[in-house]
């Protein structure tokens, strides 16, 4: 059974840079059809998705965070990683790693993390 | 962007009763690229409906998904203790970005 983790800093200073991975454990990164993604969920509101890769490197990004979003991912590891820029205290969130679904661009979550949450903060 | 509402905000049901959850679209989904989530806290949110009927895989058959175009609705049918949680529907029949909807918390009275 798939099963996807999140890990990185719980607390990051306002204007640094974000940086998280996401493990990947049951099954390749590297095949099949699937996009690897994420989504956060800022205090009392609701999910926002971030953006999603595939293996070979290609993106999507949510284009309200496009400048400041940077993904990669790592077949070799079985990891994918997120890493956003000049962050504020708008951005903190719990961020959940997503396995991504479907075809032409158009893509649902079928495996999640359970989430790790980001605090920004000096 | 495709913005989605969900209603009620919250809704109070008993065990063995039948829950109604909304999602309306400021504009028509296509091919009903639309998705429902259960969430319950510290849990990884649990995919139970993609294109808009067709049910995951392990989802028990009382999670119901029907709609089209603007208005989508999941229907269970007679809740288990277990099905207390938050849903939220998603769409994906546009380009990026997906949204989702800002959630109904199904809660016990």
Redesign the interface.
């Known amino acids: 059974q798939m099963q996807l983790q999140e890990s990185g800093p719980g607390l990051v200073k306002p204007s640094e840079t974000l940086s998280l991975t996401c493990n990947v454990s049951g099954g390749s990164i590297g095949t099949g059809s699937f996009y690897w993604g994420w989504i956060r969920q800022p205090p009392g509101t609701g999910l926002q998705w971030i953006g999603s890769i595939f293996y070979s490197g290609n993106t999507y990004y949510n284009p309200s965070l496009k400048s400041r979003v940077a993904m990669s991912v790592d077949t070799s590891k079985s990891q994918f990683s997120l890493k956003l820029s000049s962050v504020s205290a708008a951005d903190s969130a719990v961020y959940y790693c997503a396995r991504h679904r479907g075809s032409g661009g158009r893509y649902y979550m079928d495996v999640w993390g359970k989430g790790t949450t980001v605090t920004v903060s000096s | 962007e495709i913005v989605l509402t969900q209603s009620p905000g919250t809704l109070s049901l008993s065990p063995g009763e039948r829950a109604t959850l909304s999602c309306r679209a400021s504009q028509s989904v296509?091919?009903n690229?639309l998705?429902w989530?259960q969430h319950k806290p510290?849990?990884?949110?649990?995919?139970l409906i993609?294109g808009a009927s067709s049910r995951?895989s392990g989802i028990a058959d009382r999670f119901n998904g029907s709609g089209s175009g603007t208005d989508f609705t999941l229907t269970i049918s007679r809740l288990e203790p277990e099905d207390f949680a938050v849903y939220?529907c998603?769409q994906?029949?546009s380009?990026?970005?997906?949204?989702?909807?800002?959630?109904t918390k199904l809660e016990i009275k």
């Open positions: 296509s091919t690229y998705a989530y510290g849990q990884a949110p649990r995919l993609y995951a939220y998603q994906y029949g380009s990026p970005p997906y949204t989702f909807g800002q959630g």
